[in-house]
């Protein structure tokens, strides 16, 4: 299940981004999302990088039964921005964004792995038949 912040006026298909997720994992996890300027303070003063991204991942490091995995945040101006950009629709890059923060809550890391992140990043956009985007925008 998804503990669900949207800390946005932007509209979405909760029931949806349910289905992707667990076909992702059957854990629950927080998402969250927010704007451009309350993801680069998170990104500040976490990953000492200040500029806003498009999203982040924080694993719990311990989790016992019935806890969530951890919170994935995405911002929603990053989501409107990449739609444009990649030519689809928002709710696509929504998803797309949450498949990759899902993946790093259940222990992918494309910075150190040999591709695996990818290649299950593409397997899950097949399955969902959603746009590339996120593949092309990273080789």
Known sequence: MID???QTDFEVDLESLEELARFITDKDFE???????IIQSINKEY?????PTDVLSFPLDVVCDGM?????IISV???K??????????????????????????????????????EEEKEIINKFNLPN???VRVE
């Open 81 to 118: 921005e990449g739609a444009k950009l990649y030519k689809h629709k928002e709710i696509e890059e929504l998803k797309l964004l949450l498949i990759h923060g899902l993946l790093h809550l259940i222990g992918y890391d494309h910075e150190v792995d040999n591709g695996e992140m990818r």
């Open 4 to 6: 669900f912040d949207n």
């Open 47 to 51: 990953r000492d990088i200040d500029k």
């Open 68 to 72: 969530p995995i951890g919170s994935v």
């Open 31 to 37: 998402l969250i999302l927010v704007d451009n300027d």
């Open 77 to 79: 101006d990053k989501v």
């Open 133 to 135: 985007s996120l593949i």
